[in-house]
């Protein structure tokens, strides 16, 4: 019975505790947001793409290993140059491997968005 009461007096808890997983706190490199593995709630379009020059097959022995910061950055650096050239402008970077991702741009905010409406 101890058991029944205890597990009835816990279950509020368990249900509460997942009730923010749309919320995250993105890394800037070079001052863009990088999206890795994730998106953001903000509406947004996707105004081009970008792949990142480095290949898993090709690494040197004597550089040391290049981890998944190595990439995003190398990732970012092609994203600034490619929307130098072709005058892309984006807002982030979505990526879910480090060697390719979408550049996007977030949609403006309507006046709706920030008035709250009373009934």
């Given at each position: 019975?101890?058991?029944i009461i205890?597990?009835?007096?816990?279950?509020?808890?368990?249900?509460f505790a997942?009730k923010?997983?749309?919320?995250?706190i993105v890394t800037?490199?070079n001052n863009?947001?990088?999206?890795v593995?994730?998106?953001?709630?903000?509406?947004?379009?996707?105004?081009?793409?970008?792949?990142?020059k480095?290949?898993t097959?090709?690494?040197?022995?004597?550089?040391?290993?290049?981890?998944?910061?190595?990439?995003?950055n190398?990732?970012v650096?092609?994203?600034?140059a490619?929307?130098k050239?072709?005058?892309?402008?984006f807002?982030?970077?979505i990526t879910?491997d480090g060697l390719?991702g979408?550049?996007?741009?977030f949609?403006?905010?309507?006046i709706?968005?920030s008035v709250?409406?009373?009934?």
């Open positions: 019975m101890k058991k205890l597990i009835a007096m816990l279950s509020p808890l368990f249900c997942q923010d997983l749309q919320t995250a800037k490199h863009i947001p990088v999206f593995m994730s998106e953001p709630v903000k509406e947004y379009n996707v105004v081009g793409a970008v792949t990142n480095f290949r097959d090709t690494t040197q022995t004597t550089k040391p290993p290049i981890t998944i910061n190595d990439m995003i190398d990732l650096d092609y994203a600034q490619l929307a050239k072709d005058k892309i402008d807002d982030a970077i879910t390719s979408s550049l996007i741009k949609k403006p905010k309507s709706t968005d709250a409406v009373k009934p």
